[in-house]
């Protein structure tokens, strides 16, 4: 309750151009991330023939958030 409480102040005293600047940086990192990675492993993983199966399982986890990632290796 606390966090979220000094969060909401937070945007209330921010001006409108520094968090359009932020969501947009967001939305960047998110389409790098969600899309671009993927694409460029499954390109690169074709490319050099692994089997289907491990291709999957890595693209996968190259879309998985970084947390999921490092809990699938272990």
């Known amino acids: 309750n606390c966090i979220v409480g000094m969060r909401l102040s937070f945007i209330r005293k921010s001006n409108l151009s520094t ?21 460029l492993m499954l390109i690169i993983l074709t490319i050099i023939k692994l089997p289907s199966i491990i291709r999957n399982a890595l693209v996968l986890q190259a879309t998985a958030p970084t947390a999921l990632s490092v809990l699938l290796i272990s």
């Open 19 to 39: 968090i359009k600047a932020k969501i947009l940086s967001i939305k960047n990192t998110l389409f790098i991330k969600v899309i671009v990675l993927p694409v």
